[in-house]
């Protein structure tokens, strides 16, 4: 490494928003684009009608019985929404870390990074979660809609705008434990692979698995009940169609599936998420990298 490329990673463009933005909008493209399938059958494995035997069969039966394409449907509401909820959740992130570590002097800085995935998530899920309620009602076998425009006017038609948010507080329920316990153990993981502090994607694949691997399996349960109420108003059951929060939705799943149904998809969602998360950090910090230099990067690097 040359002395003009020997500066503190960690430090690379965080102070500039816009490489923030940039970075974080292509990451999360990438991320949910690559791993769409995985999510595809984590849905259909956590409804409370399907009876999957496993990951493997709800694949093979989904293939031989929908073809290829059913394990795709849906993603274009996830490219439409993900960039600008991806700039707005790593914006956020490095942003409000520079934030917390004024007054987080750890040397790990633990409670700065999980305060910084609060704010993120926040910023994520506010915008994201309408995209997402049309994205799990198109992944749905034997749904009517023809489309992501068309899902989501019949949904506004028929159930009201506010179902586009219905799972907001059940969402931001799991989701701010997950990436609170995701950037924690980012970090951690990052610093204690890295210890000089160098760009090294390796790095950032393994911390990011190793940290959607965790927060997935300690916020399934939560992720089992947003499912139920992102996809109740294509449900036959009359129970289903009407639960209309998190303890109405806990309580079908203990009553029909009991403590196990909270881990319901749970194989799918490691699946999804450890790669995902894996990719989005790895695509996140090279496109960092990358920045630098450009337009958009600061002129100079902060030094330590």
């Known amino acids: 490494m040359t002395d003009s490329e020997e500066f503190d990673y960690e430090s690379l463009p965080t102070n500039s928003v816009a490489v923030n933005m940039a970075a974080g909008a292509l990451a999360g493209i990438t991320e949910h684009v690559v791993t769409y399938p995985f999510d595809s059958i984590k849905t259909r494995m956590q409804l409370m009608n399907s009876f999957y035997s496993g990951f493997g069969q709800a694949i093979s039966k989904t293939y031989s019985q929908e073809g290829a394409m059913a394990l795709w449907r849906g993603v274009n509401s996830v490219v439409i929404g993900s960039g600008p909820a991806h700039a707005l959740f790593f914006a956020g992130y490095e942003q409000s870390k ?53 899902c989501a006017v019949k949904i506004a038609k028929s159930e009201g705008f ?117 990719v989005a950090w790895t695509t996140y910090e090279f496109l960092k990298v990358a920045f630098i230099g450009s337009s958009m990067a600061p002129a100079t690097i902060p030094s330590n």
């Open 98 to 150: 520079i934030l917390f570590k004024q007054w987080d002097k750890s040397e790990d800085s633990h409670l700065a990074h999980a305060m910084a995935g609060v704010v993120a998530t926040t910023l994520h899920d506010s915008f994201n979660t309408p995209f997402d309620v049309i994205k799990q009602r198109l992944q749905v076998a034997g749904h009517s809609y023809s489309g992501i425009m068309d």
């Open 162 to 278: 506010g179902s586009f948010y219905v799972s907001l507080p059940t969402t931001m329920m799991m989701s701010i434990p997950f990436q609170s316990v995701q950037f924690t153990t980012y970090e951690y993981c990052r610093k204690r692979l890295n210890p000089k502090n160098e760009y090294n994607p390796m790095t950032h694949i393994v911390s990011g698995g190793l940290a959607g691997g965790l927060a997935s399996l300690l916020t399934n349960p939560l992720d089992v009940a947003k499912t139920l109420l992102q996809t109740r108003g294509i449900s036959q059951d009359a129970v289903l169609r009407n639960v209309s929060g998190l303890g109405q939705a806990c309580k079908i799943i203990y009553k029909r599936h009991g403590i196990f149904g909270f881990m319901r998809g749970v194989q799918a969602r490691l699946l999804s998420n450890m790669p995902s998360t894996a």
